[in-house]
């Protein structure tokens, strides 16, 4: 079983790094990439789950999970770079696909340390604390970045 998973990794990256660097301009491609990478890392990490010690199976199993849903949201959004006219839908997707990878980051960051996962000190907590208030600062900037891209007619 664990040839298998090792050569369904190995696979999936590469055809990811091939589909990104075959055609590096299209949106569509480095999104289905990008969906194959998330793909190959939840396969890897399904595998390594389960030889995991104790302190770190809880949160090696979350990014499993997390892992498995992220390649249907980027191979959503490469369908709709191949949709006629798509361009409003694909701007609707970039803002909730921006939005809810950075919200999953810094709701997870914060609940890692709570639930138990990790046990970091007082300067630890801070930073976790820090960083999560950073990602929603960063994630507010890019959706007032992507409200203010809309094409404007000429």
């Known amino acids: 079983m664990l040839f298998a ?12 790094l091939y589909v990104i660097v075959r055609e590096p ?9 990008a969906g194959l990478l998330c793909y190959g890392l939840a396969l890897a990490a399904w595998q390594v789950r389960g030889t995991v010690a ?6 090696v199993a979350a990014a499993a999970t997390a892992l498995t849903h992220l390649p249907a949201l980027l191979w959503t959004g490469a369908v709709l770079t191949l949709v006629p006219g798509g361009e409003r839908l694909e701007r609707l997707w970039a803002r909730a696909f ?25 300067l ?5 604390v820090a960083q999560a208030v950073v990602v929603i600062v960063v994630a507010e900037l890019q959706y007032i970045g992507l409200r203010r891209s809309v094409a404007r007619p000429a």
Do not use: C, H, K, Q
Not at 25 to 32: F, I, P, Y
Not at 98 to 122: F, R
């Open 54 to 59: 104790e302190p770190w199976a809880a949160p």
């Open 124 to 128: 630890g907590i801070a930073f976790v």
């Open 5 to 16: 998973g090792v050569a369904a990794f190995g696979l999936t990256w590469w055809l990811g």
């Open 98 to 122: 921006t939005l809810d990878v950075n919200a999953l980051w810094a709701v997870t960051s914060v609940i890692l340390p709570l639930a138990g996962g990790l046990s970091p000190n007082a």
């Open 25 to 33: 301009r299209e949106r569509g491609a480095r999104r289905a990439g």
